[in-house]
């Protein structure tokens, strides 16, 4: 079992930043593939960005490149999401996940359903 814990959200105007942390407690961090993902009311959750069991991969959406970062620290088992340039269109819940799988690809890492744990998510608003 994987405890996820988001924090970091808020709102903010557009074009600032925000770094949104996920703290991951229970089995081993480095056995897991780390990702994010957003939903918005009404609509399916959205893959954002993931990052491999070492760090040395990582796999954005086509309109969060460029803009947002992922990265991990594995000494302190926890996922990070540097949102810089911000929009009004990135408002939603950012919710971090962790998929127990040995296959990478954008393919595998894109989808939820390749997700085992979920954290309970943290709102972004973004104001024009």
């Known amino acids: 079992q994987v405890q996820l814990a988001e924090s970091g959200g808020g709102l903010v105007q557009a074009g600032d930043s925000l770094r949104l942390s996920c703290a991951a407690s229970g089995r081993t961090f480095s056995n897991y593939i780390m990702g994010w993902f957003r939903q918005t009311p009404g609509k399916e959750r959205e893959f954002v960005a993931a990052?491999?069991?070492?760090?040395?991969?990582?796999y954005y959406a086509d309109s969060m490149k460029g803009r947002f970062t992922i990265s991990r620290d594995s000494a302190k088992n926890t996922v990070y999401l540097q949102m810089n340039s911000l929009k009004p269109e990135d408002t939603a819940v950012y919710y971090c996940?962790?998929?127990?799988?040995?296959?990478?690809?954008?393919?595998?890492?894109?989808?939820?359903?390749?997700?085992?744990?979920w954290g309970q998510g943290t709102q972004v608003t973004v104001s024009s």
């Open positions: 990052i491999s069991w070492n760090g040395g991969t990582t």
């Open positions: 996940a962790a998929a127990l799988t040995r296959s990478l690809s954008m393919a595998v890492v894109s989808t939820t359903s390749r997700y085992d744990y």
